[in-house]
């Protein structure tokens, strides 16, 4: 079986300071993906970042930074300088062979509250 | 405009009352799945569609059907919804699987909220 976690249920934040969102992973795959996903208060969800299990590069968006080390199981996500604009839940997901392949096996969301 | 589309965005029913929730996309993709998101559980498969007539279980199938005759619509039934079914459901969809594995991005549509009274 496959899991997700992201222990941080909710984090709050002033605006210009750097966050960490929490990312970790199980699977016995070594062909896998993930994702991350942002919430706006709105409700719908958008797509941030996809890896794959054999790309341990880090990646770069503007404010956005993903750390990914399979060494740890783990998959950050880093925003800088974060704006009001940021706050979300952010849902981090796994897709891999051994979780039947055929779905995204979600986190259970961090809460990010970014105030002035 | 490349979308998932999902109607009624907002529902509120009676219990036992038949309701279809309706989910289309534009980009031709082959897969197709809906999800339901719950406070503290994320989001969670019910069903899933690799291609036209093909359909199987996710993960907390019960009290859902879906049906896809036609590549682009797949439909979430509750045939007698119930209170616990009271939840945000979303569709998705995106190209099909690599060697058995979702790779592709998924397109989520912008979601149902339903509530069961």
């Known amino acids: 079986a496959q899991k997700v976690t992201q222990a941080q249920t909710e984090i709050s934040v002033v605006e210009k300071e750097d966050v960490t969102l929490d990312c970790v992973y199980e699977t016995r795959d070594t062909t896998y993906y993930l994702f991350w996903y942002k919430q706006p208060p709105s409700g719908e969800l958008v797509f941030l970042i996809r890896r794959n299990s054999f790309d341990e590069q880090n990646e770069i968006s503007g404010r956005y930074s993903w750390n990914f080390q399979k060494s740890t199981s783990s998959f950050n996500f880093t925003i800088t300088a974060s704006q009001v604009v940021d706050s979300a839940v952010y849902f981090c997901?796994?897709?891999?062979?051994?979780?039947?392949?055929?779905?995204?096996?979600f986190g259970t969301g961090t809460q990010l509250k970014v105030e002035l | 405009e490349a979308q998932v589309t999902q109607n009624p965005r907002y529902l509120i029913t009676v219990t036992g009352k038949k309701l279809t929730v309706t989910c289309s996309q534009n980009m031709n993709h082959e897969y197709m799945s809906w999800y339901r998101q719950d406070p503290g559980l994320g989001l969670r498969q019910i069903y899933y569609s690799m291609n036209v007539e093909v359909t199987d279980k996710g993960d907390v199938p019960e009290g859902y059907k879906v049906s896809r005759k036609e590549k682009r619509n797949f439909p979430l039934i509750l045939e007698s919804p119930s209170p616990n079914q009271t939840s945000l459901y979303f569709c998705?969809?995106?190209?099909?699987?690599?060697?058995?594995?979702?790779?592709?991005?998924?397109?989520f549509g912008p979601g149902t909220r339903l509530t069961v009274l």
């Open positions: 998705a969809s995106s190209f099909g699987l690599a060697g058995g594995v979702l790779t592709d991005t998924q397109y």
């Open positions: 997901a796994l897709s891999g062979f051994t979780g039947g392949g055929n779905k995204l096996t």
